[in-house]
């Protein structure tokens, strides 16, 4: 449903920014797999602002899951504010998930507590839920939040986990 999204929140129960380090770094060599010139390395606090687009993307809670149907899922709490001029639209499918094989896997559409899709105005925010298929794997995977497919300016989380049992 593509709509006005809801303002203020609890930011997907992660830290408020107030108390997150807005910032990011930008990597001098590739310490991920598929890193790219203008990417957005999140830091510790999985808080980066992408200025260019208007849009500060926290995201953090990442946990592997099942859903209702029991396909496993690794899923992240995101909370997307709009810190812009002008009003940005908000998609689940802007984030996606390399695995360690190197496979990107696009955000589910559908989870419970999804992050909605649709349109922010100035300071306004979004939070909800983004999960992908888990291919159960051990290792590094690269989160990426790519706004347009044309804008350099990329937000990326490394996130590490244990294989998957069972």
């Known amino acids: 449903m593509l709509g006005a999204c809801g303002s203020g929140g609890a930011r997907a129960g992660l830290n408020s920014a107030a108390s997150a380090s807005i910032g990011c770094v930008a990597p001098s060599r590739p310490v991920y797999a598929g890193a790219r010139q203008g990417d957005c390395l999140a830091g510790a606090a999985h808080h980066f602002v992408v200025a260019v687009r208007g849009y500060e993307v926290l995201v953090g809670n990442w946990k592997r899951t099942t859903d209702d149907a029991g396909h496993r899922l690794i899923c992240a709490g995101v909370n997307i504010e709009d810190v812009g001029p002008l009003p940005v639209e908000v998609r689940p499918s802007e984030f ?17 507590n999804g992050l909605a899709a649709g349109r922010l105005s ?12 888990d291919p159960g794997q051990g290792g590094q ?11 350099p300016h ?12 069972g």
């Open 96 to 112: 996606r998930l390399q695995a360690p094989s190197g496979r990107v896997e696009t955000a589910a559409a559908a989870t419970s």
């Open 122 to 133: 100035t300071g306004a925010q979004e939070d909800g839920s983004v999960c992908w298929a």
């Open 141 to 151: 995977y690269v989160a990426r939040f790519a706004p347009t497919a044309t804008d």
């Open 154 to 165: 990329n937000g990326v989380w490394l996130i590490s986990f244990l294989p998957a049992s």
